[in-house]
């Protein structure tokens, strides 16, 4: 069965520093998104993106969050500015491109630790 | 914008017994209802879901029923197992495209051997 890769597993930081989070979506997926889970609590939305562009984002997703598809391949989250706050697993998901939703199928995700 | 509630937030079960989880949601627009099963540590894996025009989907041991009238939306685990042991998301979107999901809290299910 097909699955969304997410690299790396853990990345560990220093605060104020610059992370680049890679998810490789299902080949045919168009629909991707980045949500984060904050330890024991629930899954949060952060930005969806189709067709090159961002289609929806969060209260969360500030100024300090890009998210680019450079290659046609890699579907990047970038953390300008790193904060305490933002360590965190975060989930890369894709969907199919049909008009109605599709089930979103989500990458083993890259723990985030900010020292 | 949507709100998912999810009750309870833990359970207990006795291995072969029934658990069932709740939520409700805000949005009449929404259409479609996932649940996911998250193991410690893993992802949130999606084990069914049911889209408005159904009253109820079954796939062996779980089932998913909704109510668009009362807008709830229920998770059946029959003849549980300890392997059935995780936490359990419900999720909803706030519309019909491909829109992200709004996520309840979560159950975490015990199942005692």
């Known amino acids: 069965e097909p699955e969304v890769t997410q690299t790396p597993s853990h990345q560990v930081t220093q605060m104020g520093q610059e992370v680049i989070l890679r998810c490789v979506p299902i080949?045919?997926?168009?629909?991707f998104y980045w949500y984060r889970q904050i330890l024991g609590q629930k899954v949060e939305f952060l930005v969806s993106?189709?067709?090159?562009?961002?289609?929806?984002k969060s209260e969360i997703f500030d100024d300090q969050f890009s998210v680019e598809r450079p290659d046609g391949s890699n579907f990047t989250l970038k953390i300008r500015s790193t904060k305490l706050e933002d360590s965190a697993m975060y989930f890369c998901?894709?969907?199919?491109?049909?008009?109605?939703?599709?089930?979103?199928?989500f990458g083993d995700g890259t723990r985030l630790s900010i020292l | 914008g949507e709100n998912v509630e999810q009750h309870p937030s833990t359970l207990s079960v006795q291995e072969g017994d029934s658990a069932v989880i709740k939520c409700t949601y805000s949005?009449?627009?929404?259409?479609?209802f996932p649940w996911y099963k998250q193991e410690l540590g893993k992802r949130p894996q999606l084990i069914i879901d049911?889209?408005?025009?159904?009253g109820e989907k079954k796939d062996q041991r779980i089932a998913v029923t909704l109510n668009k009238t009362a807008k709830h939306f229920s998770l059946h685990i029959t003849e549980t197992q300890p392997e059935d042991s995780a936490v359990y998301f419900c999720?909803?979107?706030?519309?019909?495209?491909?829109?992200?999901?709004?996520f309840g809290k979560g159950t975490r299910l015990s199942v005692i051997a």
């Open positions: 998901a894709t969907s199919a491109p049909l008009n109605s939703n599709q089930p979103q199928h």
């Open positions: 049911i889209r408005s025009n159904v």
């Open positions: 993106f189709y067709n090159n562009e961002i289609s929806e």
């Open positions: 080949s045919n997926h168009l629909y």
């Open positions: 949005d009449s627009a929404s259409n479609y």
């Open positions: 999720a909803a979107p706030p519309s019909s495209g491909n829109t992200p999901l709004v």
